[in-house]
Nanobody, 122 residues
Framework: QLVESGGGLVQAGGSLRLSCVAS????????MGWFRQAPGKERDFVAA????????YFADSVKGRFTISRDNAKSTMSLQMNILKLEDTAVYYC?????????????????WGQGTQVTVSS
């Protein structure tokens, strides 16, 4: 089970830190990622990180503003979001998969959290 937290309302230019906690399984060796879905739009890839944290991947729209990290000892993953823009408003989902193949594809992830709302206001 994956549980996200940290969402909320923030002004444009501000920051938020999302967290994802894995329970019931350590997801040892698994790749984890963040996706987001804005109202009326499809769910899109945001960022992903491999088990060791040595490889990270970002959507072009968030590159340079978001960072992803994980603490395997605590079974947690975080998404630090800086310089937030109105277009970052969405429900953010944590996801996990067994390998790094197709890391940007929604269909490659077998485990999902329930999502946390991020709203960026002007």
């Amino acid at each position: 089970q994956l549980v996200e937290s940290g969402g909320g309302l923030v002004q444009a230019g501000g920051s938020l830190r999302l967290s994802c906690v894995a329970s019931g399984s350590t997801f040892a060796g698994w790749t984890m990622g963040w996706f987001r879905q804005a109202p009326g739009k499809e769910r899109d890839f945001v960022a992903a990180i491999t088990w060791t944290g040595s490889l990270t991947y970002f959507a072009d729209s968030v590159k340079g503003r978001f960072t992803i990290s994980r603490d395997n000892a605590k079974s947690t993953m975080s998404l630090q979001m800086n310089i937030l823009k109105l277009e970052d408003t969405a429900v953010y989902y944590c996801a996990a998969k067994r390998n790094i193949a197709a890391i940007r594809q929604i269909s490659a992830y077998g485990y999902w959290g329930q999502g946390t709302q991020v709203t960026v206001s002007s």
